[in-house]
């Protein structure tokens, strides 16, 4: 079982920065994607951004050239820094990794969410 743990999460002024962490533990052979995923009040959720395990990222048009995402392959922990923050990046944003277990068998494990909260 992969388990993720996120923090950095909070409450920011706009124009203001936050860096979120994740990190993933357990029977983990290989990790192929993680990504960043947000769920704002009343919408779905959707992709933020992601990162494969060779460094190749993608981003949402929304956030591109204000969020950058990272990886340390060492630590299985993916990071996302957030710049220039608007009162519409408020939402939970969730951790999501991809890849197979030590058995063998592929996994897509979700962290539990952590609030973002911008203010105007």
């Known amino acids: 079982q992969v388990k993720l743990v996120e923090s950095g999460g909070g409450l920011v002024q706009a124009g203001g920065s936050l860096r979120l962490s994740c990190a993933a533990s357990?029977?983990?052979?290989?990790?192929?994607?993680m990504g960043w995923y947000r769920q704002a009040p009343g919408k779905q959720r959707e992709s933020v951004a992601s990162?494969?395990?060779?460094?190749?990222?993608n981003y949402a048009g929304s956030v591109k050239g204000r969020f950058t995402i990272s990886r340390d392959n060492a630590k299985s922990t993916v990071y996302l820094q957030m710049n220039s923050l608007k009162p519409e990046d408020t939402a939970v944003y969730y951790c999501?990794?991809?890849?197979?277990?030590?058995?063998?068998?592929?996994?897509?494990?979700w962290g539990q969410g952590t609030q973002v909260t911008v203010s105007s």
């Open positions: 357990g029977s983990i052979s290989s990790i192929n994607v």
């Open positions: 990162v494969t395990s060779g460094g190749s990222t």
């Open positions: 999501n990794t991809a890849g197979y277990s030590n058995s063998s068998q592929g996994f897509s494990s």
